[in-house]
Every structure is written in C-alpha cells, then in structure tokens.
C-alpha cells in the first residue's frame, strides 16, 4: 500500500514551497519507478516527475523543470517531491504511483502505473 503525504499546510502562496512524500506500508520501494501525478476538476491526469528507485533516473515535465525535484530517502523509504516558486497553475490533487516494470517510453503515462495512493490537495494562491 501507498500513501501520499504533505509536509507542510497544502494552502501556499504563489512564489512559496511545499514538500510531498510518497510512503509505503508493508513493503519497499526496491527495484519500484515511482511517480506523482495531478488531477485538477475536468481534466485528465498529468505527468510531474517520476523516479527509478534503483537506478536513480529523474523524469519531469517540462511545465515543472527547474521547479520541482524529485528525490528519494532510503532509510526512509520515501519518495519526496520538493515542489519549488510554485504557481497558480499547479493548484491541483497531487498522487503518487508505483510499478515494477515500467519502459521509459511510458513513465509519464498514468496506466502504466499498478499502485497508486491517495491524493493530497495541494493549493496555490495569488
């Protein structure tokens, strides 16, 4: 099992930072890509960042590049996105998935994602 979590409030400022991790229950992230998501009302979900646990290999959007950083804490086994100078735009239901097997060709694609956990709100205000 997954579970998303927000460190810090989910309301911020445009401009301000926010920190979510991506935990698991009952079993590592071992030989895992793990990726984060966002949903906003009506439209489909979107492709942030994902991470190959073993390998270490960074994928991000380009709407997110520069912006955000996607890391993981072994001892921990978290999978933290640092979302920095956030912007009105990345107000949105944000979700982390995992899955073993996963080809590069499709690690921004939402169904090539087998485990998935609750979103966390995080929000954006001018």
């Known amino acids: 099992m997954f579970s998303c979590r927000r460190l810090g409030g989910g309301l911020v400022q445009a401009g301000g930072s926010l920190r979510l991790s991506c935990a698991t229950s009952?079993?590592?992230?071992?030989?895992?890509?793990v990726g984060w998501f966002r949903q906003t009302p009506g439209k489909e979900r979107e492709f942030v960042a994902a991470?190959?646990?073993?390998?270490?290999?960074?994928y991000y959007a380009d709407s997110v590049k520069g912006r955000f950083t996607i890391s993981r804490e072994s001892a921990e086994n978290l999978v933290n996105l640092q979302m920095n100078n956030l912007r009105l735009e990345d107000t949105a239901l944000y979700s982390c998935?995992?899955?073993?097997?996963?080809?590069?060709?499709?690690?921004?694609?939402?169904?090539?994602?087998?485990?998935w956990g609750k979103g966390t709100l995080v929000t954006v205000s001018s």
């Open positions: 009952g079993r590592t992230f071992s030989g895992y890509t």
């Open positions: 998935a995992a899955s073993r097997t996963i080809i590069q060709s499709s690690i921004g694609m939402p169904s090539a994602y087998a485990n």
């Open positions: 991470i190959k646990w073993n390998g270490r290999s960074t």
